[in-house]
């Protein structure tokens, strides 16, 4: 009865502390980073020249020691113009992909993001359909490496987008990045 008791004890008092560090990853934190100022803007030429665009970002205090995190462009947050009629254009057809690749640095480094970046992320595959609008965006997220956790960590980053298409010539406007940033 005893052995029970203690064992029922034990049980009772460890439940709550293993309750709560499995806690550490259910907590997530949404964050926009407006790329504000072009830095999302791109004029992509068809043959596959990439485009680059530099920016800056900052996290709100509520993100402050992130300990993981996520990256993702939201379909929500793109949009693509085609250039105008034009000798030599290749129609837009359902299914054209633009890739758009991500470089991170810290802040001070916005002049050099793009040639030294602390980071950079496989492309993000933009399909779109006849009418210009996005389809998908794959992968849909993208785990960040814990470089770019500290550099988040600092509170301001800079970041570098290349955006790179085969067939397509237009504006190819990102509006945000987001992340999912956990504690």
């Known amino acids: ?12 008092a460890t439940t709550p502390v293993l309750a709560f560090i499995g806690c550490q990853q259910i907590v997530r934190i949404p964050v926009e ?30 993100a402050a020691n992130v300990g993981s995190g996520t990256m993702r462009i939201k379909p929500e947050n793109v949009s693509f113009t085609p250039a105008g009629p034009a000798k030599g254009l290749v129609n837009l057809q359902a299914g054209s992909t633009i890739t758009v690749t991500a470089s991170v640095a810290g802040a001070e480094a916005v002049s050099t993001v793009c040639d030294s970046p602390v980071d950079t992320y496989p492309p993000f595959t933009i399909t779109l359909d006849a009418d210009s609008n996005v389809i998908s965006i794959s992968p849909d997220s993208i785990t960040l490496e814990s ?20 067939t397509l010539s237009g504006t190819l406007t990102v509006d945000a990045l987001s992340f999912l940033v956990g504690l």
Do not use: K
């Open 1 to 12: 009865m005893i052995r029970h008791s203690r064992l029922t004890l034990f049980v009772l």
């Open 33 to 62: 980073v407006p790329l504000n100022g072009g830095g999302g803007t791109f004029d992509v030429v068809a043959g596959g020249q990439p485009v680059q665009t530099v920016g800056g970002g900052t996290l709100p205090a509520a």
């Open 147 to 166: 470089s770019t956790i500290d550099i988040l960590n600092t509170g301001s980053f800079s970041f570098c987008l290349t955006a790179e298409s085969g």
